[in-house]
């Protein structure tokens, strides 16, 4: 029997091809700007946002928009502004959202495990279709975002100074990233969860890093690789019965274990080709009349 007969595999699987799409696109400015974690760090704070919707019977995936997209301004303020660094804001960040979700959640009466845990690490089959419309409205923002601004973005992230001395908005770009990647973790979580989002964001990038030759086609090749590995991972979930989140992390690691050993091979047998070519002498017409003269 296909998968497509169910109704619960066909809003996982768009679920899955909504996050492929959304958490690459945002991760590959995270990479190039060296915060692969920010991503993670915004998942422990929308443990918080999640916690605040059982708390008060809210939707977990508004509050968790919400709270994430604050976390991240005060995350970027703090790096842009103050005297810490960024990564002592993103740990303080780390371990409070950590708390204040466990303490919420502690108060909150009618929490149940099952439902922590699809929050932490994803429960695609449990994705209803008014999830589905959230997680659509989001993904499309987060898109519009990362592909219409990408040369400003890009200049940032790349050069923060030199996109000053250029005139670009650096703060509001810094700003509008910061909550695009935000909202990519209230996206995910129902995917892969709040613990596991930033490996989504970071290893198709990373992956298509490999083996890509520029900043455009490094985005590309990671969303295309974001949404086989989550397309493939949910599938795999649903034969093997075990957390879509897991499986579709586990499958990205891989990926990029197996293009890393790939390209490290090729890369051993063109520098031993190129070193056999060093080494053999080039005998052209003229190499060979001197030798017959000599």
Do not use: K
């Not at 690459?24 to 946002?49: C, E, F, N, S």
């Not at 409205?137 to 519009?144: I, S």
């Not at 996206?187 to 964001?201: C, I, K, Y």
Request: glycine share 10%.
């Amino acid at each position: 029997m296909s998968i497509f007969t169910f109704d619960f595999m066909i809003r996982a699987l768009l679920g899955a091809l909504l996050v492929g799409l959304t958490a690459p696109a945002v991760g590959v400015y995270l990479v190039q700007r060296r915060m692969a974690l920010l991503g993670d760090g915004i998942g422990h704070i929308a443990l918080t946002g999640v916690a605040l919707g059982f708390l008060f019977s809210w939707a977990p995936v508004l509050t968790a928009v919400l709270v994430s997209a604050a976390g991240a301004v005060v995350i970027e303020l703090i790096r842009a502004r103050g005297r810490t660094s960024g990564d002592v804001a993103l740990a303080v960040m780390f371990y409070g959202g950590i708390a204040g979700g466990v303490l919420l959640i502690g108060l909150s009466a009618g929490t149940s495990n099952v439902n922590l845990l699809s929050y932490l690490f994803g429960s695609l089959l449990t994705t209803s279709w008014s999830d589905l419309v959230i997680i659509a409205v989001l993904a499309a923002a987060v898109l519009v975002v990362t592909l219409l601004l990408r040369p400003w973005l890009f200049a940032v992230c790349h050069d923060e100074e030199f996109a000053t001395v250029s005139g670009l908005p650096v703060r509001l770009l810094n700003l509008v990233l910061a909550v695009t990647a935000a909202v990519t973790v209230t996206v995910a979580m129902r995917v892969v969860g709040l613990l596991l989002v930033s490996a989504l964001m970071v290893i198709p990038v990373a992956t298509a890093q490999q083996v890509a030759r520029g900043f455009v086609t490094t985005m590309l090749g990671g969303i295309a690789l974001g949404v086989t590995i989550s397309l493939s991972g949910a599938v795999g979930s649903y034969y093997l019965n075990v957390a879509s989140g897991a499986a579709i992390v586990v499958l990205a690691i891989a990926v990029f274990l197996l293009v890393t050993a790939g390209t490290a091979l090729l890369r051993r047998r063109g520098g031993a080709a190129a070193a056999r070519t060093a080494t053999t002498p080039d005998l052209g017409l003229d190499d060979e009349h001197v030798m017959a003269d000599g």
